[in-house]
């Protein structure tokens, strides 16, 4: 069933709404009620219940048709997985099965003054009797311009707060991001706080967390997601690569058989392969609780993303011309993975982490 929702919404539409820079609103509210955009809610918060492995699988899947949506469910589970952590009971009940429902979600800690430096992040928590003013700018925040409700990580006095705002409130303004590079219909915007009253209800977990913790939560999840979702980008760029490599003829034979470019398809199903089995093991170690699962979603991260971006290379040099322009699923693969190169911790920061890990004695789980 799950399959064949994918592939009646949105295979076969990616290259469309890359160039519309829109996904339709109603694929992404008919995926979100399927609870196909945070499949890990927990059955009884109305959610599929699903395994990080499962979801990991089916990101891949929704990654290799199309990398904005793919986006758009990693911004909804990173919002999810926030809530289920960080929330408290009512707070889970009152937002769990609405995202599992149709309604979207985006998060938002990224600034323009804290991009790989969140302890730069400025955005205000402050209380006010009962409730709280959120006040400030966040930037890139992919999904904003769907969703109902962004989940701001912002600073309260010494900690951090992450503070459930809906997308309608008085204050809150909503900015596309003009001409992304990459996932063009991923509804990326800046979002303006300008001290957008809330009940202190909405500051999840009751606010006073360490940052640190709240931009754990947020990337913990993120991180997993956006590398099964290069694990598509390589397997739709492995399938169009070989296919093209054994159809096209050039100096009398196919592609294929001229052994530089049958080169480029086995580094391309090395990279699939690879990429795959990192995220295998970040998933497994998160499904059995293991504490070491945060730092295998970083090798996943770094080891996916970087592997799609040379993967995507690779096919646009097997594919030459037929790959050279908007609208050929390889073409927006290559600027979709080099994207995934700077998201949720970018390839240094991924290096940094991966090395204070090794220093520290780390394995590898
Ligand atoms: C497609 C896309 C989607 C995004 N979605 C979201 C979202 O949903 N929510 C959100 O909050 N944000 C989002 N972002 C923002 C994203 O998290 C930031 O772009 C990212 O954290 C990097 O920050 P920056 O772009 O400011 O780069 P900078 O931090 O300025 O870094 C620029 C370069 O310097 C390197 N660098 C920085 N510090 C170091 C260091 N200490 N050592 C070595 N190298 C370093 C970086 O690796 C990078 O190569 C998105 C961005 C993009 C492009």
Redesign the pocket.
């Known amino acids: 069933m799950t399959e064949q929702l994918v592939e009646d919404l949105v295979a076969g539409q990616a290259d469309d709404w890359d160039l519309a820079g829109a996904v339709p609103e109603k694929v992404l509210r008919e995926l979100g009620a399927a609870g196909l955009l945070c499949p890990e809610v927990p059955a009884g918060y109305g959610g599929r219940g699903a395994t990080s492995r499962w979801a990991g699988e089916f990101t891949a899947a929704l990654g290799a048709h199309c990398g904005s949506t793919r ?1 758009v469910l ?2 909804q589970s ?1 919002a999810a997985g926030m809530i289920t952590r960080l929330g408290d009971r009512a707070q889970r009940a009152e937002h769990l099965p609405r995202l599992c429902a149709g309604t979207l979600a ?7 003054g ?5 302890s730069a992040i400025t955005t205000e928590v402050r209380r006010d009797g009962d409730h709280v003013v959120v006040t400030g700018h ?7 311009r769907y969703a109902d409700l962004v989940v701001v ?1 912002g600073v309260e006095d010494d900690g951090g707060a992450a503070v459930v705002v809906p997308a309608d409130a008085p204050g809150v303004s909503i900015r596309p991001v003009e001409n ?1 590079s ?2 063009r219909a ?1 509804g ?1 915007a800046d979002v303006h706080l300008d001290h957008v009253r809330l009940p202190a209800t909405a500051v999840l977990g009751g606010g006073g967390q360490p940052s640190r913790l709240l931009v754990t939560a ?1 990337l913990g999840y ?1 991180r997993l997601s956006v590398a099964w979702g290069c694990v598509g980008i390589l397997r739709a760029c492995l399938a169009a690569a070989s296919a093209h490599a054994a159809s096209r003829g050039q100096f009398g034979v196919p592609l294929a058989e001229h052994q530089l470019v049958a080169r480029h398809l086995a580094e391309l199903l090395v990279a699939e392969r690879t990429a795959t089995l990192a995220c295998e093991h970040a998933s497994e170690r998160l499904d059995a609780g293991s504490p070491d699962h945060v730092v295998a979603a970083v090798l996943a991260k770094n080891v996916a993303a970087t592997a799609a971006t040379r993967g995507a290379s690779s096919a646009v040099q097997v594919l030459g011309s037929a790959a050279a322009r908007d609208g050929h699923v390889v073409a927006r693969a290559y600027r979709d993975a080099k ?11 991924c ?2 982490l991966l090395a204070r890990h090794a220093l520290s004695g780390g394995g590898t789980g």
């Open positions: 986006s990693t911004s990173m985006a998060v938002a800690f990224s600034e323009p804290a991009g790989s430096d969140l966040k930037t890139w925040t992919t999904a904003a990580v992304p990459g996932c991923a990326h947020a993120g994207l995934m190169e700077i998201i949720e911790g970018s390839t240094e920061i290096q940094l």
